[in-house]
Nanobody, 125 residues
Framework: VQLQASGGGLVQAGGSLRLSCAAS????????TAWFRQVPGKEREFVAV????????YFADSVKGRFTLTRDTAKNMVYLQMNSLKPEDTAVYYC???????????????????WGQGTQVTVSS
């Protein structure tokens, strides 16, 4: 499985961006797909996860209520809609996927075997 993240850019605080995670291979419904982000000098941070098979999602407290996840199975895509962006959302965002993720471990990098390249999101104040 190959993942490709895109959609990053520069936006003012309060603005919106939509990140896309394109996957090769089988339908995205067969995989749990997550987003992480990383700021230079800091560890990669969990942002959100879309569990395989259904519509269950989970978000980090820092983005809850502002970010949403959608999936287009026909295009094998998962989208991270980011609204009300804040300067502290500035980071490189990565999508990751796995065929099997236990609910309690969805926030761990080690739960995912497939990673896309990052896409830079910069939010100016």
């Amino acid at each position: 499985v190959q993942l490709q993240a895109s959609g990053g850019g520069l936006v003012q605080a309060g603005g919106s961006l939509r990140l896309s995670c394109a996957a090769s291979g089988r339908s995205s419904r067969t995989r749990t797909t997550a987003w992480f982000r990383q700021v230079p000098g800091k560890e990669r941070e969990f942002v959100a996860v879309f569990f395989r098979g259904g519509s269950t999602t989970y978000f980090a407290d820092s983005v809850k209520g502002r970010f949403t996840l959608t999936r287009d199975t026909a295009k094998n895509m998962v989208y991270l809609q980011m609204n009300s962006l804040k300067p502290e959302d500035t980071a490189v965002y990565y999508c990751a996927a796995s065929e099997s993720v236990i609910y309690g471990t969805a926030g761990r990098e080690s739960s995912y075997g497939y990673w896309g390249q990052g896409t830079q999101v910069t939010v100016s104040s």
